[in-house]
């Protein structure tokens, strides 16, 4: 009975150092994720305009996966629908008191690997927030560009 009761205690004690693991190593691995409207201001159910975002994952090693993403809201309905578009070009540029055309110590992304022109590497001590993204994606048969600030998202 003694060592019954012994082999369940050992047991959910090493369930517990396992869940107490796993749960360490996923809030290590988890992206800080940062979402930031880049045009279209309404609402679109109101004004049927597309609303454009910007979405920048940061991850544990300081580096930036930026994606793109429309919504488009059909006015009738109210029904909305996402469209993820590939980011063909990115570069991460820190905010000085020049202001954002200072583009002097940007970093850009590595284009002329495939699958990467939406991945910047920052370096090691430097804040995701301390930058500015810009980034290009193809929509709609056309090339748009968009500057994404991250200072202030949540």
């Known amino acids: 009975m ?8 050992l047991l959910i004690s090493s369930f517990i150092i396992q869940a107490s693991l796993a749960t360490t ?29 910007g979405r920048a994952e940061v991850s544990s090693t ?18 909305g629908k996402w469209y993820e578009h590939t980011v063909v070009t990115s570069r991460a540029c820190p905010v000085t008191q020049k202001g954002w055309n200072d583009s002097a110590n940007c970093i850009e992304a590595a284009a002329n690997v495939v699958g990467t ?3 910047i590497q920052l370096p090691k001590d ?10 290009q994606w193809e929509e709609s048969g056309g090339l748009h560009r968009a500057r994404m600030d991250i200072r202030n998202a949540d």
Request: proline share 1%; net charge positive.
């Open 62 to 79: 300081n580096e930036v996966s930026l994606y793109q993403s429309t919504l488009v809201v059909n006015m009738i309905t109210g029904l």
């Open 2 to 9: 003694v060592r019954n009761m012994f082999t369940r205690l």
């Open 25 to 53: 190593v996923l809030a290590q691995t988890t992206p800080a994720i940062y979402k930031v409207r880049l045009t279209g201001g309404g609402n679109a159910f109101f004004t049927g305009a597309a609303n454009q975002w």
């Open 117 to 119: 022109a939406n991945v």
């Open 126 to 135: 430097a804040k995701a927030k301390d930058y500015y993204f810009d980034l």
